[in-house]
DNA sequence: CTTAAAGTCTCTAGTGACTAGAGGTTCAAG
DNA sequence: CTTGAACCTCTAGTCACTAGAGACTTTAAG
């Protein structure tokens, strides 16, 4: 294990583009490097760290803002982690709704494919349905 | 029924914010309309039956081009009505890609959540959780 | 030690589908 | 004729990056 990773390294290290790395510097989320005399950015192992909890919360879907106040959270004392808490739950509402939504999407996507019987009589039931919501369940957003 | 409706009509009746109906014209999806003499944008009902259809369209979650795409085919040959379905399709796909996706998001925040018991031991699993990828099951993007 | 290639630097602009606001003009009702 | 709501254009901001230009640094080979 070397002492210092490199941007490049970094980046594979933690399964992130290097410009998303120094773009998250920027917004604050992963604290600024130590640099060589030519200028490029030298990391530790905290800094990977703290990249592998980026990506892990923004794979669930976290945004950058709650993602930094689950870092400020992390190291802080026990209640604080009732606030952590409270964060994961309002997002797993957001995901099941977005579920919702979505599920209403498929149900009137199927049923208006399904209508479409192009090959015995050139019906088509895709355009009109568009064209006219009363044709539809109408159940969306 | 008025021959003419202002844009602010319009946005009444088909449910669109003001700005949206300018940009949908702006990006080619909803044609440009008569204008009075002091360069106002008066509508027709055809003005407002493409505006339904592109908003029952974006309803579903199709995105902008394939939008245009589907409207070019409307009133086309009874051939083009393979294509719309093949659109149609394909973001059916999309959607339940996006669907399972979100369960798998789902799944992870619940274990996750689940995992916190700070009412008696103070022991909270979401930062651990976040901070170190193999905790978790592992399933997502 | 030299050189070439790969990696890195900063900065700007683009993505999608809008939304918000500034600053000015026109319309419709009373 | 006045007033105020609605309308006009244009610019900039949203989110989380991604792409590219043009210049500089590092590293490995010869």
Redesign the pocket.
């Known amino acids: 294990m070397s002492e210092f990773y490199?941007?490049?390294?970094l980046?594979k290290l933690a399964d992130?583009?290097?410009?998303?790395i120094?773009?998250?510097e920027d917004k604050g989320l992963l604290p600024a490097p130590t640099?060589?005399?030519?200028?490029?950015?030298r990391y530790t192992d905290r800094h990977l760290t703290t990249l592998r909890f980026?990506r892990h919360a923004?794979a669930l879907g976290?945004?950058?803002?709650?993602i930094e106040k689950l870092q400020q959270l992390n190291g802080c004392c026990y209640g604080d982690h009732m606030e952590a808490d409270r964060i994961a739950q309002e997002h797993l509402d957001d995901v099941r709704n977005k579920i919702a939504q979505l599920k209403a999407m498929e149900a009137e996507l199927v049923a208006m494919i399904e209508g479409c019987d192009y090959e015995h009589s050139y019906k088509c039931r895709i355009l009109d349905v568009l064209g006219d919501h009363e044709l539809c369940g109408g159940e969306h957003k």
Do not use: H, M
């Open positions: 490199s941007i490049g390294q980046s992130c583009k290097v410009p998303t120094r773009w998250y640099r060589t005399e030519g200028n490029q950015r980026i923004r976290f945004d950058l803002p709650a």
